[in-house]
């Protein structure tokens, strides 16, 4: 036995970074909301940067564990207690056995990661440990978790701890969200006038917000002058324009085709800070052409390196 969970909490899955090239299967990616906070949790333990650790929404966790270890809560709350003793976030902690962890009072919206130094000893299904609701596939077929499950890990200890002053990339601080867009090869079906009032408009994040896509509202929809298109395969952070005229953000466990026009993506690391949001957020969008988009992508994994 190794770490027990004691409570249940409102929705924690067990993630790595997903299942890469099985869409044309019908598998989604899945994987980390927060690749940011994942990636740096597993950084700060020096530990491979692909070891599962859980992601944590809403609500408390509380977890025993019974064998020692090293550990790290990457996320941006304030309660984390080892039995009663307060621990601070984005620095790692020696567990011992017997200890109890409770994190609590995890904002709506909010993701928080808790890794393990060298992680999860977990069957990996495609390539990967990620739990997948949608597909069931990963631990307890992709079930979140709940009072009394158990999982695995390596004993670890030792002494030594890191703790991270850097800056903090997925963090929302600003009342209007900037998400920086590249325009798609469908951005042809949408007017001059369309895509002028899309870059202007100031959206509200819906209550329709998961992990599968994020659905904005505002008072002036986007008109798309063809009804649909041939259902196809959609990336990470496709803008969707249904006949609503209200975009739909496609995010990690985003369905693997679909039938309704692009008019751009959100860059993928943006889709980080999106997924520390929660409805009533306001989103605005801002075109970047394609080397913007990977100059900013190589510079945010260079600091994983």
Request: hydrophobic share 35%.
């Given at each position: 036995?190794?770490?027990e969970?004691?409570?249940?909490?409102?929705f924690?899955?067990?993630?790595?970074?997903?299942?890469?090239?099985?869409?044309?299967?019908?598998?989604?990616?899945?994987g980390?909301?927060?690749?940011?906070?994942?990636?740096?949790?597993?950084k700060?333990?020096?530990?491979?940067?692909?070891?599962?650790?859980?992601?944590?929404?809403m609500?408390?966790i509380?977890?025993?564990?019974?064998?020692?270890?090293?550990?790290?809560?990457?996320?941006?709350?304030e309660?984390?207690?080892?039995?009663?003793?307060?621990?601070?976030a984005?620095?790692?902690?020696?567990?011992?056995?017997?200890?109890?962890?409770?994190?609590?009072?995890?904002?709506?919206?909010?993701?928080?990661?808790?890794?393990?130094?060298d992680?999860?000893?977990?069957?990996?299904?495609?390539?990967?440990?990620?739990?997948?609701?949608k597909?069931?596939l990963?631990?307890?077929?992709?079930?979140?978790l709940?009072?009394?499950?158990?999982?695995n890990?390596?004993?670890?200890?030792?002494?030594?701890?890191?703790?991270?002053?850097?800056?903090?990339?997925?963090?929302?601080?600003?009342?209007?969200?900037?998400?920086?867009?590249?325009?798609s090869y469908?951005?042809?079906?949408?007017?001059?006038?369309?895509?002028?009032?899309?870059?202007?408009?100031?959206?509200?994040?819906?209550?329709?917000?998961?992990?599968?896509a994020?659905?904005?509202?505002?008072?002036n929809?986007?008109?798309?002058?063809?009804?649909?298109?041939?259902?196809?395969?959609?990336?990470y952070?496709s803008?969707?324009?249904?006949?609503?005229?209200q975009?739909?953000?496609?995010?990690?466990?985003?369905?693997?085709?679909?039938?309704?026009?692009?008019?751009?993506?959100v860059?993928?690391?943006?889709?980080?800070?999106?997924?520390?949001?929660?409805?009533k957020?306001?989103?605005?969008?801002?075109?970047?052409?394609?080397?913007?988009?990977q100059?900013?992508?190589?510079?945010?994994y260079?600091?994983?390196?």
């Amino acid at each position: 036995m190794s770490l027990e969970i004691l409570n249940n909490p409102i929705f924690t899955t067990i993630q790595d970074l997903g299942r890469v090239g099985f869409m044309h299967t019908g598998v989604s990616n899945s994987g980390a909301s927060d690749e940011f906070l994942f990636l740096l949790a597993n950084k700060l333990l020096e530990n491979e940067y692909n070891c599962s650790a859980l992601e944590i929404s809403m609500g408390s966790i509380e977890i025993k564990f019974h064998k020692n270890t090293k550990a790290v809560v990457c996320g941006y709350i304030e309660e984390i207690y080892l039995d009663d003793f307060k621990v601070e976030a984005f620095k790692t902690f020696k567990i011992c056995k017997d200890q109890t962890l409770k994190i609590k009072n995890i904002p709506f919206g909010k993701k928080v990661y808790l890794s393990l130094k060298d992680g999860f000893i977990l069957d990996n299904i495609l390539g990967s440990s990620s739990s997948s609701l949608k597909e069931k596939l990963g631990f307890k077929d992709g079930n979140k978790l709940n009072k009394g499950d158990i999982l695995n890990y390596n004993e670890y200890e030792d002494n030594y701890h890191k703790k991270y002053k850097g800056e903090y990339f997925s963090l929302v601080k600003d009342e209007i969200l900037t998400l920086n867009v590249l325009l798609s090869y469908q951005e042809d079906f949408f007017n001059k006038e369309e895509k002028k009032k899309f870059f202007n408009e100031i959206y509200e994040i819906s209550n329709d917000f998961n992990t599968m896509a994020c659905k904005l509202k505002s008072e002036n929809p986007i008109i798309c002058e063809i009804d649909g298109i041939i259902s196809e395969g959609i990336a990470y952070g496709s803008i969707q324009i249904p006949k609503d005229g209200q975009p739909i953000i496609l995010l990690k466990n985003r369905q693997t085709i679909g039938g309704y026009p692009k008019i751009g993506t959100v860059l993928g690391i943006d889709c980080f800070k999106l997924s520390q949001c929660a409805s009533k957020q306001k989103i605005k969008f801002k075109e970047i052409n394609l080397e913007q988009a990977q100059e900013f992508t190589k510079n945010f994994y260079k600091l994983f390196l």
